[in-house]
């Protein structure tokens, strides 16, 4: 199988299992890995995507396009319409919180991967770098969009046009993630992240990240507009309600249940 799928009380560890190609990513894992994430959906509260062995994420698994090479005629962009981009937004559109549990280097599409993540913990020897410019290919999986909003124009520029490793301190310095922790402990420390979400009303996590994330497209008043509407709706769900309740009633809540 080329990903792993395991509950742990409420949260799915999903796990990339191609290390033989450092989790490269065809066909075959894409299909998996969206199918695991519509497992998840039905089954956990909160998600944690991490990679088998050494590597997070390899990025394109060009082996598999050797035919269209040697025609010299790839269809990338059929590629990326039937494999890569329904991938990543299957990880970023999750109705659940997803957090990534950065094990080795995710590069190219693999850095894509990551990035659509809600949160991500990294290993100490873990980096990330673009790639895709040093085969001749501009960024793709969604990095071009996320880069940016991450780390402002300039940075995300200099990281893909020159391809350099951001190492697990920088990328912590910068804010791309969350922790980093001794190699080894990354799925620990995730699943640590994913346990609290757990506790969390999905519903309302989801919302919230709908909302930062689509504000970068809005002007303000959009935004409050954005927000009047989501609060809405979420003050109608049996999520909220109990939350309230359970300030009300000084009491844990218990969102499961509602």
């Known amino acids: 199988m080329t990903t792993k799928y ?80 329904p991938m990543v937004r299957a990880i970023s559109e999750c109705p659940l919180p997803v957090v990534a549990a950065v094990n080795g280097v995710a590069a190219g599409a693999g850095l894509g991967v990551a990035l659509s993540c809600d949160i991500r913990v990294l290993a100490s020897s873990a980096y990330f770098t673009s790639a895709f410019t040093a085969i001749g290919l501009a960024p793709d999986s969604g990095t071009t969009w996320l880069l940016p909003r991450h780390l402002g124009v300039s940075t995300a520029l200099e990281l893909a046009l020159t391809n350099r490793r951001m190492g697990a301190d920088e990328a912590l310095e910068r804010g791309l993630c969350a922790a980093v922790v001794d190699d080894g402990k990354s799925v620990e420390a995730a699943m640590e992240y994913a346990a609290r979400l757990a506790e969390l009303p999905t519903d309302a996590l989801v919302s919230t990240r709908r909302l930062i994330r689509g504000s970068t497209n809005l002007t303000y008043l959009e935004g409050l507009e954005a927000e009047k509407a989501e609060q809405g709706r979420l003050g109608h769900t049996a999520e909220h309600h109990e939350g309230v309740m359970a300030f009300l009633e000084k009491r844990r809540p218990d969102f499961r249940q509602s």
């Open 6 to 85: 395991e509950m742990s009380d409420d949260v799915a560890i999903v796990t990339l299992n191609r290390p033989e190609r450092f989790n490269a990513i065809n066909a075959d894992l894409s299909a998996s890995l969206i199918a695991a994430l519509g497992q998840a959906a039905d089954e956990a509260r909160a998600v944690v995507l991490t990679g088998e062995g050494k590597a997070f994420c390899s990025g394109a698994d060009l082996s598999g396009f050797v035919d269209e090479y040697q025609d010299k005629r790839p269809d990338l962009a059929k590629h990326l319409e039937d494999e890569f981009h």
